[in-house]
Structure formats: C-alpha cells, structure tokens
C-alpha cells in the first residue's frame, strides 16, 4: 500500500517539475528575476511593471518555447526619463538579448515596455519571454 502512494507521489513530482518552465535569470549569478510574460504570434505590447525600488546597472530579456522577434524595447526610470535601447530583431528559443547597461551607478526602474511576436503557426504554443536585472553592488560608492 505504501509503495504505490510512495511511487505515485514520485510520479507526481517529475510530472509537475517538468511542467514548470525554468526561470533562466535565476540560473545567472548576478541577476534578478524583474518579470515574464507569453508571448503570442501576433505583434503585441506588454508592460512589464517593475515592483522593486532597488537601482539596476543592466537590463536583458531571455527568452524561451520560441523564438521572439523584437520590434520595440522602452524603458520608463522612476524619474520619467524614457530609454530606447536598440536590440536584436530576432532572440532564438534558449537565447538572451545583450547586456543593456543603463548606468554605473543604477537607476530605478518604472515600467519596461516590448513589442514583439512569437515566430511559429498561430495555434502552436506561445514563446515566453523573462526580463532580468542586474542590481547595482551597494559596496560601489557613486
């Protein structure tokens, strides 16, 4: 009796753990996890509200389960300045953007703005993209 429950809660495990996409900005030393969302086949908008009031040096997006082609990349600092860094057109599926560097010192961001689509059929799965940041060292002194 034991075993069975044992086993199906083993079976259990592995089956929700390899449902669960893996967050790739956890996996890089230095950066923090700002936001993801899914991205459809359709050239949409999304805003990612940035929660954390900490300064950033840099920004990149990651991105997975397709490829995104990246139209338009905004980002809104608390102050109401407005960045436009420019980016790759195409992220392929397991890949990152480059390093956007906004200031040595870091800055506070507000909202980060994409407009992008997922490459694929229209009812094959979406891609997802996560955006990454990487906090300022409060050891720098600016």
Same mark, same amino acid.
């Given at each position: ?15 929700? %753990? %390899? ?77 990152? %953007? ?45």
């Amino acid at each position: 009796m034991y075993r069975k429950a044992y086993n199906f809660a083993c079976v259990l495990i592995v089956w929700t %753990s %390899s449902c669960s996409s893996p967050n790739f900005v956890e996996g890089e030393k230095g950066w923090v996890f700002l936001g993801e969302r899914k991205v459809n086949h359709l050239y949409e908008k999304d805003v990612f509200r940035i929660k954390s009031r900490d300064k950033f040096t840099a920004v990149r997006l990651y991105v997975s389960e397709r490829d995104i082609d990246i139209k338009d990349l905004e980002i809104m600092l608390i102050n109401g300045d407005i960045l436009k860094p420019s980016i790759e057109s195409t992220i392929r599926l397991g890949d990152r %953007s480059r390093i956007i560097d906004l200031a040595a010192d870091g800055r506070q961001l507000e909202t980060i703005t994409v407009r992008y689509r997922a490459d694929g059929k229209l009812f094959s799965h979406k891609g997802k993209v996560q955006i990454g940041g990487r906090p300022r060292n409060p050891n720098d002194n600016y």
